[in-house]
């Protein structure tokens, strides 16, 4: 399975920026996905999680509500829309896919509940 996340780079506080991760190598329909965030010199943060059949989201509450995961079936991608975007909110950014397949429970934050991860993209948000 294989991840490659695309979008990032520098953005002005207040600004927009959107994420996509394509996926390959996997029932892409078949499991949820994630976005997680590690600023320098601190843990990978959970931000927000789709379930397998995109009627479900979750969100970590620092970005709730600026903040919108969705999936496209098709084209095995999930993408990370980010508005109002604020310095805080810098940090390098994960893709990831849930190891558990066709999970309906609502439990997605935890990193170990991942098997798969993106390479990461470089969002930085300037003040």
């Known amino acids: 399975v294989q991840l490659q996340a695309f979008g990032g780079g520098l953005v002005q506080a207040g600004g927009s920026s959107r994420l996509s991760c394509v996926v390959r190598?996997?029932?892409?329909?078949?499991?949820?996905l994630g976005w997680f965030r590690q600023a320098p010199g601190k843990e990978r943060d959970f931000v927000a999680a789709i379930n397998w059949n995109g009627r479900t989201t979750y969100y970590a509450d620092s970005v709730k509500g600026r903040f919108t995961i969705s999936r496209d079936n098709v084209k095995n991608t999930v993408y990370l829309q980010m508005n109002s975007l604020k310095p805080e909110d810098t940090a390098v950014y994960y893709c990831a896919t849930d190891r558990r397949r066709l999970y309906g429970g609502t439990d997605y934050s935890g990193t170990s509940l991942y098997d798969y991860w993106g390479q990461g993209t470089l969002v930085t948000v300037s003040s």
């Open positions: 190598g996997c029932t892409f329909s078949a499991y949820a």
